[in-house]
């Protein structure tokens, strides 16, 4: 969309420090101001007539190539396109690839596995994140509770040394996700755990029908984000599916350690969902993932082209600046190095202004620094 043709950006009349207009949009990020008394949704947004900004919706670059000159072409295609996608090429003499964990490293892997990149580091897709994290639950078996009303994130406790839980509510209509919770059922050694979860679902039959007829599911459910800073990981791929042998895709494996693994099952995770059960007077829930599966949950996928101090063991330097590549960045989750056991949202804000803050000024030189070539992360 291009800022001339938006109507819905108003001029404030305040000003920022560097004495740019702020101003007022409807589709920008939102904050939420309560009061005894008042409860209304506020959005500041600088406009982007300022930074000469142009947004291009529904485009999809899937493929980055080096050009002659040191700079790159994308490949884009209209994204929403079922049969004429329309591809374009676009060339930039700086890329700052921002399109979270999934979106940039399937750009890096392959753009590394074709060669259009040359020398990039054999560490993309390595140490993935996942915040080392397990999504619980509680819902009331009452008719008139109702938890939807406030924001979604209010609070959070640390049971632990390693361990931070946030309560987290949904907003009415939401109730389609309540498909995922099903009744609470813990892991660790003996019983296989879809096993168990079979057992559960045989004595209390009542809570298995409530979880696959979700009506009224986020009016009165509380959700449970558990996050640990526990050193675990796991390895992002391109490889051929079973059901689609025609082209690559990407996936996940996970060759290290078990103790070393991203948890599906985390104890205090599921001691804390049976304790909010019982204080609401409901029934405690897992992720069916999880409980069938034993695959993990996660809402903040971290990693695959972490920041570090040499391209055997990174794929950024100190500056986000991709190995061997100064004019090509990665500013999004992907660059987080370890599980932060908290929401990443201002960590990857800073770490991105700290990136930017480098970029030179546009009547410079395109060309930064050389650390990028191979030098260390302070």
Known sequence: M????????????????????????????????????????????????????????????????????????????????????????????IVVLAAGVLGTVDLLL???????????SS??????????????????????????????????IYPDEVTHI?????????????????????????????????????????DFVRSIVPFSWARRSILLLVMQVADNHLELILRRRWYWPFSYRLDSRNRAPREARNPSYIPVANDMARRVAKKIGGWPSSSINEVLFDIPSTAHIL???????????????????VFGHPNLYVVDGSAVPVNLGVNPALTITALA??????????????????????GGAN
């Not at 008394?37 to 300022?50: A, E, K, V, Y």
């Not at 072409?73 to 929403?80: E, G, I, P």
């Not at 990693?303 to 600046?321: H, L, Q």
Request: proline share 7%; net charge positive; with cysteine.
């Open 2 to 93: 291009h800022p001339e043709s938006s109507s819905r950006i108003r001029t404030s009349g305040a000003r920022d420090r560097l004495g740019r207009d702020v101003s007022f949009a409807e589709d920008a990020w939102s904050d939420v101001v309560t009061t005894p008394r008042t409860h209304w949704t506020r959005t500041i947004s600088t406009s982007p007539r300022n930074w000469g900004l142009r947004i291009f919706p529904e485009t999809r670059v899937d493929a980055i190539e080096q050009a002659a000159d040191g700079g790159y072409n994308l490949v884009a295609f209209r994204s929403t396109a079922m049969v004429h996608r329309e591809r374009q090429l676009w060339r930039a003499p």
């Open 166 to 206: 946030q309560p987290v509510r949904y907003p009415r209509g939401s109730d389609l996700i309540g498909l995922l919770s099903k009744p609470l059922t813990d892991g660790g050694p003996g019983l296989p755990r879809p096993l168990r979860f079979l057992i559960n679902c045989i004595r209390r039959p009542d």
């Open 353 to 374: 202004e700290h990136a930017m803050s480098h970029v030179p000024a546009k009547s410079a030189s395109l060309e930064t620094p050389a650390a990028a070539a191979g």
């Open 303 to 321: 990693g695959g082209a972490a920041i570090g101090n040499d391209p055997e063991d990174a794929v950024c330097d100190d500056r986000n600046r």
């Open 110 to 120: 392959r753009a590394r596995e074709n060669g259009s990149v040359p020398n990039l």
């Open 123 to 156: 560490a993309i897709g390595r140490r993935v994140r996942t915040n080392s994290e397990a999504i619980v639950g509680a819902t009331s078996r009452r008719g008139n509770v109702d938890f939807t009303d406030g924001v979604a994130i209010t609070s959070g």
